[in-house]
């Protein structure tokens, strides 16, 4: 479990990783509740990342040491020089005159609603 928490500060950090590790380890279900309730917030994230430091039994000195180390950039593939070929050919030919037409509809005229006093 240690070690999990660790790996993602030191490669993942993102909000969503943080909470699926806490879905998974820990055992406050209030804490999971609001995870799936609220959206993103800075206030969610590090509230994620201390439950997850308390799991990991990881002093504050430990966890601030880990994170200044900053993300290794993952590398991207190279692009190859021919590109994908476009799967245009595959699609049917595209008519110019449409057999179906767009249905237009009428406005139906509505009678003026009549004023009711509500005095008796």
């Known amino acids: 479990m240690k070690s ?21 380890l820990s055992p406050k279900l209030g804490l999971k509740k ?18 997850l430091r308390e799991l990991a039994d990881l002093k504050i000195s ?14 991207k593939p190279s692009v190859s020089a021919d590109p994908i070929p476009v ?6 030919p595209k008519e ?5 037409m767009p249905v237009v509809t009428q406005k139906r005229k509505t009678q003026p609603v009549k004023k009711v006093s509500r005095k008796k």
């Not at 430990?62 to 590398?75: C, D, G, R, T, V």
């Not at 799967?87 to 049917?92: D, E, I």
């Open 4 to 24: 999990k928490i660790i790996n993602y500060f030191k490669n993942d950090r993102t909000y969503r990783g943080g909470v699926s590790l806490i879905q998974q």
């Open 34 to 51: 609001q995870l799936n309730i609220h959206s993103e917030s800075d206030y969610l994230k590090g509230c994620v990342f201390e439950e």
């Open 62 to 75: 430990e966890l601030n040491a880990i994170l200044a180390i900053p993300i290794p950039k993952i590398s």
């Open 87 to 92: 799967m245009a050919s595959k699609m049917p």
């Open 96 to 100: 110019e005159n449409s057999k179906i």
